[in-house]
C-alpha cells in the first residue's frame, strides 16, 4: 500500500519562507509525476507546481519566482521551498504523484497526501 505523507506546514508572516516535504512510501516501483496542490477556504483545489521524474518544472503564474519544487528519486519525495509568502498563499496543501506499485509495474495510479496546512499572516 502506497502513502503519501506532508509535512512542513505551518504559521508564518508574511514575506516568510516554509518548505514543505512530502515522502512516498510503500511497495513502489517507480514515481513519475509529483505536483503540489493547494486549496484556500471557500476556493477550489489548484495546481500549485509540477515536476516530471527526469526534473522538468512547470508552476502557476502567482508563484512563479518565489516557489521552486524538487525532488529526491532515491528518498521518494518532493519538496515545495516557498520564499517570499503572502497572506494569499494560505492554504492547504496536498502532495499528489503518479505512481507504480511493485505489484503492477506497468499500471500508473494517482495518490494524493492528505494535506498540510499554511498559514501566512499579514
Known amino acids: 500500500q502506497v502513502q503519501l505523507v506532508e509535512s ?3 504559521l508564518v508572516q ?4 516554509l518548505r514543505l516535504s512530502c ?3 510503500g511497495s513502489i516501483a517507480a514515481i513519475n509525476t509529483m505536483r503540489w496542490y493547494r486549496q484556500a477556504p471557500g476556493k ?8 516530471t521524474w527526469g526534473g522538468s518544472t512547470n508552476y502557476v503564474d502567482s508563484v512563479k519566482g518565489r516557489f521552486t519544487i ?12 516557498m520564499s517570499s509568502l503572502e497572506p494569499e498563499d494560505t492554504a492547504v496543501y496536498y502532495c499528489y504523484a503518479v505512481i507504480a506499485t511493485s505489484s503492477r509495474p506497468s499500471y500508473d495510479m494517482d495518490y494524493w497526501g492528505k494535506g ?3 498559514t501566512v499572516s499579514s
Open 23 to 25: 515522502a512516498a512510501s
Open 70 to 81: 524538487s525532488r529526491d528519486n532515491a528518498k521518494n519525495t518532493v519538496y515545495l521551498q
Open 8 to 10: 512542513g506546514g505551518g
Open 14 to 17: 508574511a514575506g516568510g519562507s
Open 44 to 51: 477550489q483545489r489548484e495546481l500549485v507546481a509540477a515536476i
Open 116 to 118: 498540510t496546512l499554511v
